[in-house]
């Protein structure tokens, strides 16, 4: 008999998307299998069905999960009113490998079988799911997976002296067609570490060659540790060029896979004081981070130090040592990190402090003055136009502060309060502080990234404080407790869609056409572009767009080594790619304004005159 039950959705943000759901799933062990959470839950009626085979035979027993998706990724953590929660259908395999999914709400998901165990077949590279479109009363079928027992690596990790390393986090990479290194982004955890007998196993591994590791990267931060190891690949190369590659075929095991490390890198440790800017009285309690500046010195590939996000607080002097560093330049920041609750909270702390850096070369920094300032605090509701309680958006909303010398953006000097977020709660009310006097605007976004579950988009509509509207960015001052804001945006279930003509002539080799949508509403200074990809026969489809005004643009994109770069009709609403150089095209700009209602289809025509060139 097929099953399917509902549990509350929680943090997908990697590929490790089983690992995620399972450990969330496990909070909800209390309910039994097949019972429905008495949860209010949308009900729809399309049905999602397929087949699991494990290699010819069918599949009985496994787990599959329906993920709704927020802007093609997998949605945000759950920071809303449970009301408001959307679920994840779970279903099993019946004895002939069938599943099926119903009562589904029309929207776009992603089927993801929950097994740790099992991979996808040789050949097939679907491991982060299948993405599934529905429209009410809609059949999707044969949304079918073939899988594979899944290799194992082990093996023991010692130290220059033979002892072994304990809880040392281990590395893996693969090897893409042509030999070189890249990063293995499949997997069933997180992360991998060593037990308390340097021990490590990592399994559930698709078929492929891998370099197997353990220590530090050069260039990436480190915990506080007290020994921490220099990367050192299997069986005891410094360099993964010079790593034994370790083949995994489909359930092998792959053991005594052991690292011999060198010696323990020499760490260093700063000393300072953190003080009020104002008073220069030392302050208590405050978190102090200890963060790798970019492009601070030549260790590693990132141009960093390592041993970045080590962190302490100051006592009653206002006194801090953090240990734990490596050579090279740091930053030093107070703000808080960590997702807090939604309804009240936010995720930097209200303090910032004044850029403050150092430098460890050979031996121990001190004497590092860090001035602290109180930010401001930026209180009220957002209001969300346009959604239905299937359909709300979650939400975060942050606020960039440009301060009264135009300078400090983030990134410079840690924590300088030019940036901060919060989440907005589920009656809509939110809390920003830690920001720095200055000219603050606000922004608000989907925490998925992009058009919701039924297909939706946010614009910004307004502004208001106390009742009067807002003209886009408004002034606060050190310390101050600014209330009353409200924040409106609506959720847009608008499509433009339409068809580019091309005209007296052909594009260029290698170049494709994007449409963007730049919303024309003045009172918020216009809305985000949201881009489509033009098709081999020209047609484009915008969606999530709320009712208003929007120009339509196509541009042009070099598709090439490093991504592309738009061209010709760019402007505003044009659309960049990655970096790289490419030969520019270019393109006779082509626009149109059009009107958009939310739940309707507009259509336009762009006509494309190459001859223009």
């Given at each position: 008999?097929?099953?399917?039950?509902?549990?509350?959705?929680?943090?997908?943000?990697?590929?490790?998307?089983?690992?995620?759901?399972?450990?969330?799933?496990?909070?909800?062990?209390?309910?039994?299998?097949?019972?429905?959470?008495?949860?209010?839950?949308?009900?729809?009626?399309?049905?999602?069905?397929?087949?699991?085979?494990?290699?010819?035979?069918?599949?009985?027993?496994?787990?599959?999960?329906?993920?709704?998706?927020?802007?093609?990724?997998?949605?945000?953590?759950?920071?809303?009113?449970?009301?408001?929660?959307?679920?994840?259908?779970?279903?099993?395999?019946?004895?002939?490998?069938?599943?099926?999914?119903?009562?589904?709400?029309?929207?776009?998901?992603?089927?993801?079988?929950?097994?740790?165990?099992?991979?996808?077949?040789?050949?097939?590279?679907?491991?982060?799911?299948?993405?599934?479109?529905?429209?009410?009363?809609?059949?999707?079928?044969?949304?079918?997976?073939?899988?594979?027992?899944?290799?194992?690596?082990?093996?023991?990790?010692?130290?220059?002296?033979?002892?072994?390393?304990?809880?040392?986090?281990?590395?893996?990479?693969?090897?893409?067609?042509?030999?070189?290194?890249?990063?293995?982004?499949?997997?069933?955890?997180?992360?991998?570490?060593?037990?308390?007998?340097?021990?490590?196993?990592?399994?559930?591994?698709?078929?492929?060659?891998?370099?197997?590791?353990?220590?530090?990267?050069?260039?990436?931060?480190?915990?506080?540790?007290?020994?921490?190891?220099?990367?050192?690949?299997?069986?005891?190369?410094?360099?993964?060029?010079?790593?034994?590659?370790?083949?995994?075929?489909?359930?092998?095991?792959?053991?005594?896979?052991?690292?011999?490390?060198?010696?323990?890198?020499?760490?260093?440790?700063?000393?300072?004081?953190?003080?009020?800017?104002?008073?220069?009285?030392?302050?208590?309690?405050?978190?102090?981070?200890?963060?790798?500046?970019?492009?601070?010195?030549?260790?590693?590939?990132?141009?960093?130090?390592?041993?970045?996000?080590?962190?302490?607080?100051?006592?009653?002097?206002?006194?801090?040592?953090?240990?734990?560093?490596?050579?090279?330049?740091?930053?030093?920041?107070?703000?808080?990190?960590?997702?807090?609750?939604?309804?009240?909270?936010?995720?930097?702390?209200?303090?910032?402090?004044?850029?403050?850096?150092?430098?460890?070369?050979?031996?121990?920094?001190?004497?590092?003055?860090?001035?602290?300032?109180?930010?401001?605090?930026?209180?009220?509701?957002?209001?969300?136009?346009?959604?239905?309680?299937?359909?709300?958006?979650?939400?975060?909303?942050?606020?960039?502060?440009?301060?009264?010398?135009?300078?400090?953006?983030?990134?410079?000097?840690?924590?300088?309060?030019?940036?901060?977020?919060?989440?907005?709660?589920?009656?809509?009310?939110?809390?920003?502080?830690?920001?720095?006097?200055?000219?603050?605007?606000?922004?608000?976004?989907?925490?998925?990234?992009?058009?919701?579950?039924?297909?939706?988009?946010?614009?910004?509509?307004?502004?208001?404080?106390?009742?009067?509207?807002?003209?886009?960015?408004?002034?606060?001052?050190?310390?101050?407790?600014?209330?009353?804001?409200?924040?409106?945006?609506?959720?847009?279930?608008?499509?433009?869609?339409?068809?580019?003509?091309?005209?007296?002539?052909?594009?260029?080799?290698?170049?494709?056409?994007?449409?963007?949508?730049?919303?024309?509403?003045?009172?918020?200074?216009?809305?985000?572009?949201?881009?489509?990809?033009?098709?081999?026969?020209?047609?484009?489809?915008?969606?999530?767009?709320?009712?208003?005004?929007?120009?339509?643009?196509?541009?042009?994109?070099?598709i090439g080594i490093g991504g592309g770069q738009g061209q010709g009709g760019q402007g505003r609403g044009g659309q960049r790619g990655g970096g790289g150089n490419q030969n520019r095209v270019r393109i006779p700009s082509a626009t149109q304004t059009v009107t958009v209602t939310n739940g309707a289809v507009a259509s336009v025509n762009l006509n494309l005159d190459l001859s223009q060139q």
């Amino acid at each position: 008999m097929v099953k399917s039950f509902l549990v509350p959705s929680g943090l997908v943000t990697t590929g490790r998307i089983a690992f995620c759901l399972m450990a969330l799933l496990a909070l909800s062990s209390s309910r039994s299998a097949g019972q429905s959470v008495t949860q209010s839950n949308p009900t729809g009626t399309a049905t999602i069905t397929g087949l699991v085979k494990l290699g010819e035979a069918p599949a009985s027993g496994i787990t599959l999960a329906l993920i709704p998706e927020q802007g093609g990724r997998p949605g945000p953590p759950q920071m809303r009113g449970e009301q408001q929660q959307p679920k994840i259908l779970q279903a099993t395999t019946d004895d002939k490998g069938q599943y099926q999914f119903a009562n589904i709400v029309a929207g776009r998901f992603r089927v993801t079988l929950l097994t740790e165990t099992l991979v996808p077949a040789s050949g097939d590279r679907r491991a982060g799911g299948v993405a599934v479109s529905v429209s009410d009363g809609q059949t999707v079928s044969q949304v079918n997976f073939v899988m594979a027992p899944g290799g194992v690596i082990t093996g023991r990790v010692t130290d220059h002296q033979g002892r072994p390393v304990i809880a040392e986090r281990i590395g893996l990479m693969t090897t893409n067609a042509t030999g070189q290194p890249q990063q293995f982004n499949g997997g069933n955890r997180i992360s991998y570490e060593t037990d308390d007998r340097g021990v490590y196993r990592i399994y559930g591994l698709p078929e492929g060659k891998y370099i197997v590791s353990a220590g530090t990267e050069s260039n990436r931060p480190g915990a506080n540790r007290r020994i921490r190891y220099p990367r050192t690949y299997y069986p005891d190369a410094t360099e993964a060029a010079q790593a034994h590659l370790v083949e995994v075929s489909s359930g092998s095991v792959a053991e005594s896979i052991d690292i011999r490390m060198g010696a323990p890198m020499k760490t260093y440790a700063v000393t300072g004081r953190a003080v009020d800017a104002d008073t220069g009285e030392p302050i208590l309690g405050v978190p102090i981070n200890v963060g790798a500046q970019r492009g601070g010195g030549p260790q590693g590939r990132g141009g960093g130090p390592a041993g970045g996000g080590n962190s302490s607080s100051t006592n009653d002097k206002g006194e801090f040592r953090v240990t734990g560093l490596l050579p090279g330049r740091y930053s030093i920041s107070v703000q808080q990190a960590g997702l807090q609750n939604a309804d009240s909270a936010n995720l930097t702390s209200n303090l910032y402090n004044d850029p403050a850096s150092f430098e460890i070369s050979d031996g121990d920094a001190s004497g590092v003055e860090v001035k602290v300032h109180r930010g401001a605090t930026i209180s009220g509701v957002v209001i969300v136009e346009g959604a239905t309680n299937a359909t709300a958006p979650q939400l975060m909303i942050s606020a960039a502060s440009r301060g009264q010398q135009g300078q400090g953006q983030r990134g410079q000097g840690g924590g300088s309060g030019r940036q901060s977020a919060a989440m907005v709660g589920a009656n809509g009310a939110f809390t920003i502080s830690g920001l720095a006097a200055g000219t603050v605007r606000l922004n608000v976004n989907d925490f998925g990234g992009g058009p919701g579950r039924g297909g939706g988009g946010l614009t910004l509509v307004r502004i208001e404080r106390n009742g009067a509207a807002l003209n886009g960015d408004f002034e606060v001052a050190s310390g101050q407790q600014v209330s009353g804001i409200r924040v409106v945006v609506g959720y847009g279930t608008g499509v433009i869609q339409g068809k580019v003509i091309l005209a007296n002539g052909a594009l260029p080799a290698g170049t494709r056409l994007m449409v963007t949508a730049r919303s024309l509403n003045t009172s918020t200074g216009g809305g985000q572009n949201r881009p489509a990809q033009v098709d081999a026969g020209g047609n484009f489809k915008l969606e999530g767009l709320y009712s208003g005004s929007y120009e339509v643009r196509v541009s042009a994109v070099t598709i090439g080594i490093g991504g592309g770069q738009g061209q010709g009709g760019q402007g505003r609403g044009g659309q960049r790619g990655g970096g790289g150089n490419q030969n520019r095209v270019r393109i006779p700009s082509a626009t149109q304004t059009v009107t958009v209602t939310n739940g309707a289809v507009a259509s336009v025509n762009l006509n494309l005159d190459l001859s223009q060139q």
